[in-house]
């Protein structure tokens, strides 16, 4: 997309950049946790890198600045990636004091933290409870729904969820915004009863909470497996390697020889690297070097530096070859 393409209406040309700055973000946690990062997505140090990637972008400029109120012309700049210094409310809900985000971002972390002996089902479960924590505690001040996507988004990764980033939570969450509200503000009631939990939040209203999310998943595997049609994904792989050549695309154009062996990985899935010369034609070194490039570019991934390639569909690929399935924002 080019600016060209942009619509005229300001605000809408904003909403348009902020989609493209929220896929670059993606890309940017996809890359950080498949690069092995010890951090933990849960911690405070990777919440607020997310947010400052998110709002640095001079696009996001529009975004800084704040309301203070509504129905007022006072307004305050926001500092991408500073915890609120500021106490709000947002609809109902009364988000906790600033003073007193540091140590609850901390409980946050030592609550939720993931442990390798923890089962995949634990893990997920863990990811999606956490997401309505972190919206409780509105840490910014404003760009917490984003945020906190983004965070699930990480962590999501880090637990190596099979098939993530070909499918995208966020996306399910904007179709059904209304029960997702509706099932954060559920999580958000004060306990009902002596065995609605031991916390003061309501347990009950979490179970809804992380019930909503898993249907939301599943809801969008679904829909994933229903777009996967190979007739179908070959033409959009075809407009997006010829647009990435003509560099109308915001990423490094595709090296030569790269719609030869996208589109054979995109028919058998798997492939040894030695077969890589027979399908583009050439010897050795050059394909050994596409290999690489396409490595280095995000492309596709190999569990080892000799083990069998495979199509890695990131963020900005994803959004291109699956229209609709990454998420408005």
């Not at 092995?36 to 400052?52: N, R």
């Not at 006072?74 to 988000?95: C, F, P, W, Y």
């Not at 007193?100 to 990811?127: D, G, S």
């Not at 992380?210 to 809801?219: N, P, R």
Request: net charge positive; glycine share 4%.
């Amino acid at each position: 997309m080019h600016d060209q393409d942009f619509l005229e209406d300001t605000h809408q040309k904003n909403l348009q950049q902020l989609s493209l700055v929220y896929i670059e973000v993606q890309q940017y946690i996809e890359k950080l946790f498949d690069d092995g990062a010890s951090l933990s997505p849960f911690s405070v140090t990777f919440i607020k890198d997310v947010h400052s990637q998110l709002y640095t972008k001079p696009q996001m400029k529009p975004f800084l600045k704040i309301k203070l109120d509504k129905d007022a012309n006072t307004s305050i700049d926001m500092v991408a990636g500073k915890l609120r210094e500021r106490n709000v409310a947002i609809a109902q809900h009364k988000a906790p004091l600033f003073n007193e985000l540091p140590t609850l971002l901390n409980h946050y972390e030592y609550l939720y933290q993931i442990y390798p002996y923890h089962t995949q089902a634990r893990k997920l479960i863990h990811a999606m409870a956490s997401h309505h924590r972190l919206t409780w505690l509105h840490p910014f001040l404003d760009g917490n729904g984003r945020t906190s996507r983004l965070v699930l988004d990480g962590t999501l990764n880090a637990i190596k969820l099979e098939g993530y980033g070909l499918w995208n939570i966020s996306r399910g969450l904007a179709r059904d915004e209304v029960n997702y509200r509706k099932n954060l503000a559920m999580a958000d009631m004060v306990k009902q009863g002596t065995f609605d939990g031991r916390g003061p939040l309501s347990a009950k209203g979490l179970k809804s909470h992380v019930h909503f999310m898993l249907s939301t998943a599943l809801d969008q595997i679904t829909f994933m497996h229903s777009s996967l049609r190979l007739d179908v994904l070959s033409v959009r792989m075809d407009k997006y390697i010829k647009l990435s050549r003509e560099e109308l695309l915001e990423c490094d154009p595709l090296p030569k020889y790269s719609d030869l062996l996208l589109k054979e990985l995109l028919l058998v899935g798997e492939l040894p690297r030695g077969k890589v010369k027979e399908i583009i034609g050439t010897k050795d070194r050059t394909a050994s070097t596409l290999i690489k490039e396409l490595l280095e570019l995000d492309y596709i991934e190999s569990t080892t530096a000799k083990s069998p390639i495979r199509l890695k569909f990131n963020a900005f690929f994803a959004s291109y070859l699956f229209p609709g399935l990454l998420p408005p924002v």
